[in-house]
């Protein structure tokens, strides 16, 4: 063969199998997602599926703005207990079916009442549901709910066709169909799920792949190899210890955006017997602790500094963090005399159980080695995290590490947590005070009002400190350098509008 | 012939009753409550209560056995705690998977275990001896994790030769489904072509010694037919045993090798199973692991029936 028939067959052939692969966005993801029933799932690579399968009433942007999906404009009465929605006409589910009033109606009420829905709470508030027209609707509320737009903006938002989840019940997620820019087309278990392009969807034009398929790669280093060896196109969850690595790839961009999320230790203060003692009884040992420890130098040494340092439920970039309580320095001296205040002069033990995965156990050995110069020692527990959920829910803990995803709304990252019925209040904290400023807080639509109530339970939080909040996640995408228009959001989605696979 | 399996079959009944209560039992006993860690971050006591219902968690745990078993014995093995899939579906879909990488690896590794047991016999004592030693005692000490993340980044990322891990089907595409398949079982098959090569070299050396091959020396035989036609076939016996236990070990490698190279197998579906406490899904598995092992013996003792005419009378 001579020179220019090889570089003519070696074009054809680069030509073909990159057109090819254009088509195909891949995308490697930290795990498999659960049952794909917006209505029935709880897992985060869920929803990072769903971005692209279900649209939802209201989407957000990047800085946490509510701005239309499904729904095109929305208002609250005056007394914040009705929300009238007027709908998009041009969309329709992947079977057929019209999206219209209609379609809301049977979402909302199957969300509410279908046996195995987790979205149940997340829209106890509606009590009625009213068609206006074809495509306006009314929600009617018990109460005043700042948290629904936000609400509606993820899972529960996530419109299903009617016609499909009648036909299909509880198995529907087996084969979902909403109205997406990408159609379900097969999924095999822990390996892939195939979406394709939803030829009627109403902005299809913004999309530029064929089919997108996800597949769940759960070792870090595997999927950024599986990245820089071509065989994938993103990947989500890049260990932060890999940072450097992926950034000295010139085939490799790096984006980031700080998680809505926060990770911190989680104390007993009165759940069951275990939380009598010193730690869930006496504010200064926990508040000790929480000057024990340099949580910038946290996460220089654990996690490469990519992540952000934090000591609320909120990021310190969120608009509702509350800036009159900053990141405290490492204080020891403070906190030996913290503990010689509470009759601890020579030191205290704390037990704290870890998940057993090594992101956990290294952040508490690095918290152990602080905290133990100022005459705390902590000892260890790694449990395998079904058992350490299931030990902090029965209050069977002294200390727990354990974090939070994050919401949209300030009130998912804080309400359930610290209130005395919080779900979640696994510290079982409570403080009618705080219980009445973060109910103030989900109820009114006042920004300034909530913002208000917020830094008020704050001044008493960052008091009692139930939980020693520590750092906030950074969500770490890398793709190959050849895709543009990702744009990274705090919620951690991947949004495929806009973005494209350059060839070569 | 017929009356031999049948006995082994019976024999092989109880073992079976005896495994699947134990792992009934021992999954009870694991701390951690499925539906709790089913629903993640959401717990709402309502929908809690309702699965625990649904998945007859609340009933005793001898019913729990039997409600599984009888459907089990109709071939329902449950549903999936945590995807909504039957778990016969799910067993379905991964066990070709696992079929697959373990042929392959057990190819490998009779493919470098075999010969290289056979030549590190008949060159006892020599350079080649040791060097074929250490090499295989380095295939029993190699972690499988290692070798596996460093063949990744040594032919996928930094040659470029083959994919870094995933799977496709046979039925797909024949080629790329073995090619991707080629560095998980090599790395499962290192492993076992060293047991391999250690057994092969000691059941050669003690019919090497023996006097059918002196006499078959005597009488003027080329060495390799000496080798290879009266001194490997009777070492075979302890070798077509060892294959068939390390069946067994292969199926527990796998869960390790899958796990690196994310290969949607058997090993795969158990370990996530465990963690999420997928009871269901568990018990399908090791259920059918257990009789898939207690057939490759029985398979592996018609095989001693066939190689050696002896057992044939008794």
Request: glycine content about 6%; charged content about 20%; aromatic content about 8%.
């Amino acid at each position: 063969m001579t020179l220019t028939k090889m570089t003519l067959a070696a074009a054809l052939l680069g030509a073909t199998t990159l057109g090819a692969q254009a088509a195909d966005l891949r995308i490697a993801l930290q795990s498999d997602a659960d049952v794909l029933d917006p209505d029935q799932s709880r897992t985060f690579v869920g929803r990072i599926v769903y971005t692209s399968l279900c649209d939802k009433l209201v989407d957000i942007t990047p800085d946490l703005e509510i701005i239309p999906q499904l729904a095109t404009e929305w208002s609250f009465s005056e007394d914040g207990k009705q929300l009238t929605m007027k709908l998009r006409d041009d969309a329709v589910f992947h079977d057929g079916t019209p999206f219209n009033a209609e379609a809301v109606a049977a979402n909302i009420d199957r969300s509410q009442n279908l046996e195995t829905s987790r979205r149940k709470s997340e829209l106890s508030s509606i009590t009625g549901v009213e068609v206006l027209g074809n495509h306006e609707i009314r929600f009617d509320l018990a109460d005043a709910d700042a948290t629904l737009m936000a609400q509606l903006a993820d899972r529960a938002g996530m419109m299903v066709s009617p016609t499909a989840a009648e036909a299909a019940g509880d198995d529907f997620g087996l084969a979902p169909v909403c109205s997406g820019p990408y159609q379900f087309k097969e999924r095999v278990a822990q390996d892939r799920i195939v979406l394709e392009k939803f030829a009627d969807y109403y902005n299809a034009d913004g999309y530029h792949f064929d089919t997108v398929t996800y597949l769940p790669i759960p070792d870090t280093t595997v999927r950024l190899a599986n990245l820089q060896s071509g065989d994938v196109d993103m990947i989500e969850r890049l260990a932060a210890t890999d940072l450097a690595q992926a950034e000295a790839d010139d085939g490799i961009q790096v984006e980031s955006a700080v998680s809505l999320g926060y990770q911190g230790i989680t104390i007993n203060v009165a759940n069951g017997d275990k939380g009598d003692n010193p730690w869930g009884n006496d504010k200064r040992l926990r508040q000790a602790l929480s000057y024990a420890v340099d949580r910038e130098a946290i996460n220089q040494v654990v996690f490469n500094g990519a992540f952000a340092a934090g000591n609320q439920p909120f990021p310190p970039n969120s608009p509702w963090y509350s800036t009159d309580f900053a990141v405290p320095e490492r204080d020891v001296e403070k906190a030996k005399a913290l503990l010689a205040e509470a009759g601890f002069a020579d030191g205290i033990d704390l037990e704290v159980q870890v998940p057993n995965t090594t992101i956990p156990l290294q952040l508490m050995q690095v918290v152990q080695s602080m905290a133990a110069e100022a005459g705390i020692n902590i000892s260890i527990t790694s449990k395998e995290f079904a058992t350490l959920l299931a030990d902090q829910s029965a209050g069977d803990y002294q200390a727990s590490q354990i974090g939070w995803s994050g919401r949209v709304d300030p009130d998912g990252n804080i309400h359930q947590f610290m209130t005395t019925e919080g779900g979640i209040n696994d510290s079982k904290y409570s403080n009618p005070e705080v219980d009445e400023l973060l109910d103030k807080a989900r109820k009114s639509t006042d920004q300034d009002t909530r913002r208000e109530s917020y830094t008020a339970a704050r001044a008493i939080l960052n008091d009692e400190m139930p939980i020693v909040y520590l750092y906030h996640e950074t969500w770490i995408w890398a793709l190959d350098s050849g895709i543009t228009g990702f744009t990274p959001y705090p919620d951690g989605m991947i949004r495929l509008e806009g973005m494209k696979k350059e060839e070569g | 012939m017929l009356s031999f399996i049948l006995r082994r079959l019976v024999i092989a009944i109880p073992t079976i009753i005896l495994i699947s209560v134990f792992v009934f039992t021992l999954q009870k006993l694991l701390p951690g409550d499925p539906v709790l860690a089913m629903a993640g971050e959401e717990r709402d006591p309502q929908v809690l209560e309702f699965l625990r219902e649904k998945y007859r968690l609340n009933d005793p745990i001898p019913v729990q056995y039997f409600t599984w078993i009888g459907n089990a014995l109709t071939g329902d093995l449950g549903i999936s705690l945590r995807t909504n899939q039957p778990v016969l579906e799910l067993i379905g879909q991964k066990l070709p998977v696992t079929i697959q990488l373990a042929t392959m690896a057990m190819i490998f590794a009779m493919v470098i275990g075999i010969p290289a047991g056979i030549f590190s016999a008949v060159k006892k004592g020599t350079v080649t001896d040791y060097v074929a030693n250490v090499v295989a005692l380095s295939g029993l000490s190699i972690p499988n994790f290692w070798l596996g993340i460093m063949l990744i980044l040594l032919v996928s990322v930094k040659w470029k030769l083959l994919p870094a891990s995933g799977y496709v089907p046979l039925s797909e595409d024949p080629i790329r489904s073995i090619t991707v398949m080629l560095m998980p079982a090599f790395v499962l098959g290192t492993a076992l072509a060293a047991t391999l090569m250690r057994h092969t070299r000691s059941a050669m050396l003690s019919v090497m010694s023996s006097d059918y091959v002196r006499t078959a020396r005597a009488k003027g035989l080329v060495e390799r037919k000496v080798i290879l036609k009266h001194a490997f076939r009777n070492a075979l016996t302890p070798i077509v045993t060892l294959t068939a236990l390390l069946f067994g070990e292969l199926i527990a490698g796998a869960v390790l090798t899958e796990q690196i190279f994310t290969i949607p197998g058997f090993g795969k579906l158990v370990v996530d199973a465990v963690f999420n406490r997928d009871y269901a899904v568990v018990q399908g598995i090791v259920l059918v692991t257990a009789v898939g092992f207690i057939f490759m013996n029985l398979l592996a003792d018609v095989a001693y029936v066939l190689l050696n005419p002896r057992l044939r009378k008794q």
